[in-house]
């Protein structure tokens, strides 16, 4: 069975259509990412899925529960980090705990025997009677996911679970869904950041402007990433002949002009970047300007959304 079904779902406001009929499905075991730049719709998506938000169109189910008709079923089985914490700031971390085993309909020594377990396992046992709000970002993070875990449940929902974390509590955090995942919890993880995604998951969705663009394996996005790599650079004299001789580097693959800068794409940053010191030195020329530049959501969007037309034509007559 699959851990998620969604069908043709669609979330509007007002006039603005947040998420626009779309399908996926996520495998039991999957860590699949929801990739997509800000005010893609993911959130809007998480909220739907979880029952926090009325879909304006179409369905999904979470391990056979349909998420409006059955939610009470579809609850059972996950466990939501939602984008804004859920903690109460002025109960203890067991209390937070105990509260969340409470909604979930645990019994008190189920619920007792759930928050012990999760305080060790995220290292905040030294805490369990300190308020929330004297807590870092990283222990809040790690809380909110012990709370959603207290019903050990088969499917974790995660929204930017990284977001606002120092680098040291982002890689533990990624660690522990790792390590959930490898003991089998389902996770669904929406990210802004392409690299967060591909260390993480075994299958991405690309949602842009509510739509998907793409529902890939990392690997192929990774193809993606490395086309979309790019040099900005911007000399004092921009003439054809310099920007003919820019885009003959080797490894660039394409260029443009970007205001009153030159993009030049390429896998291979370093060796562009070297190449236009040296023929900037030789003629002459002066280097007002320079960054290599990652690829934009935007760009591996578009060259994902090219490559599917590609490869739709192949092999036709
Ligand atoms: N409650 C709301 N009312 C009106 N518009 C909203 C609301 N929530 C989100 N939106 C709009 O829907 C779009 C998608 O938002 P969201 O799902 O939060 O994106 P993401 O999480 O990918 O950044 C954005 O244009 C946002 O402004
Ligand atoms: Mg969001």
């Known amino acids: 069975m699959n851990a998620i079904s969604v069908n043709n779902l669609t979330r509007d406001y007002g006039t603005l259509r947040a998420v626009d009929h779309i399908s ?7 860590f699949f990412g929801f990739l997509g730049p800000n005010g893609a719709g993911k959130t809007t998506t998480i909220r739907m899925l979880t029952g926090l938000s009325e879909p304006s169109e179409g369905t999904a189910s979470i391990m056979g529960c349909d998420i409006t008709r059955d939610a009470f079923h579809a609850k059972e089985h996950f466990g939501i980090v939602p984008e804004v914490s859920n903690i109460y700031e002025d109960l203890s971390a067991w209390n937070n705990l105990m509260f969340a085993g409470e909604l979930y309909g645990l019994s008190q020594p189920e619920r ?4 012990r377990e999760l305080l060790e396992i995220f290292d905040l046992t030294g805490f369990r009677d300190k308020k929330a709000q004297g807590f870092s970002k990283g222990m809040r993070r790690k809380l909110t996911l012990a709370m ?3 019903h050990e449940p088969e499917i974790l929902f995660l929204d930017e679970p990284t977001s606002g974390l120092d680098v040291q509590s982002s890689l533990l955090l990624k660690e522990i869904l790792s390590r959930l995942n490898r003991e089998g919890t389902t996770i669904f993880l929406t990210t802004h950041m392409l690299e967060e995604a591909n260390t993480l998951c075994n299958r991405v969705a690309i949602i842009v402007k509510g739509r998907l663009a793409a529902v890939d394996a990392p690997e192929k996005l990774k193809k993606t990433i490395q086309t979309t790599q790019s040099v900005e650079v911007s000399l004092d004299s921009m003439t054809s002949q310099v920007t003919a001789d820019l885009t003959a580097i080797k490894t660039v693959t394409s260029s443009r002009h970007e205001g009153d800068k030159f993009r030049l794409f390429t896998p291979d940053p370093a060796v562009v970047a070297t190449a236009i010191f040296e023929y900037a030195q030789a003629h002459r020329l002066k280097i007002i300007s320079i960054n290599t530049v990652g690829p934009s959501l935007e760009d591996a969007f578009l060259s994902i959304v090219q ?11």
């Open 307 to 317: 490559r599917q037309g590609d490869s739709r034509t192949e092999g036709r007559p």
């Open 148 to 150: 959603a875990l207290i």
């Open 112 to 115: 007792t025997r759930r928050a």
């Open 24 to 30: 996926f499905e996520v495998e039991s075991g999957e």
